[in-house]
């Protein structure tokens, strides 16, 4: 059982949409990314995914609207539900999502994060 602080987490990376395990609970993973840019259009068939922002402003982009997160601000995105994350600066997230959640969905590509660093 360790204490886990955000911002000694979120200093030891720097690449952009590679998520990282920060604590395991009940066959969930807890994760810190740095995002920045446009990600991909994609969907998670089997499973939720929390986006919680930590710091800065996410834009979650869904095909009839589009959701604006900030500091403090979560949203849960329903298994099924295509969708696209849009940073347009540097964004700190925790996600909370199945461990078996692949980054990207059912769309695979160069972003894809077959294994996640735990830090």
Same mark, same amino acid.
């Given at each position: 059982? !360790?204490?886990?602080?955000?911002?000694?987490?979120?200093?030891?990376?720097?690449?952009?949409?590679?998520?990282?395990?920060?604590? &395991?609970? !009940?066959?969930?993973?807890a994760k810190l990314v740095k995002l920045n840019g446009e990600f991909v259009w994609h969907?998670? %068939?089997? @499973?939720?995914?929390?986006?919680?922002?930590? %710091?800065? $402003?996410?834009?979650?982009?869904?095909?009839d609207k589009t959701i604006t997160l900030h500091k403090d601000e979560f949203l849960i995105?329903?298994?099924? $539900? @295509?969708? &696209?994350?849009?940073?347009?600066? @540097?964004?700190?997230?925790?996600?909370? @999502?199945?461990?078996? $959640?692949? !980054? $990207?969905?059912?769309?695979? !590509?160069?972003?894809?994060?077959?294994?996640?660093?735990?830090?």
């Amino acid at each position: 059982m !360790n204490k886990v602080t955000l911002s000694e987490k979120f200093s030891l990376f720097s690449e952009y949409w590679s998520p990282k395990i920060v604590g &395991k609970l !009940n066959g969930q993973h807890a994760k810190l990314v740095k995002l920045n840019g446009e990600f991909v259009w994609h969907k998670h %068939d089997n @499973e939720d995914e929390m986006f919680f922002v930590i %710091d800065g $402003t996410l834009k979650i982009e869904f095909r009839d609207k589009t959701i604006t997160l900030h500091k403090d601000e979560f949203l849960i995105i329903p298994k099924g $539900t @295509e969708h &696209k994350p849009v940073a347009e600066e @540097e964004v700190l997230v925790m996600l909370f @999502e199945p461990a078996t $959640t692949l !980054n $990207t969905g059912d769309a695979e !590509n160069q972003l894809t994060k077959h294994q996640l660093d735990r830090i």
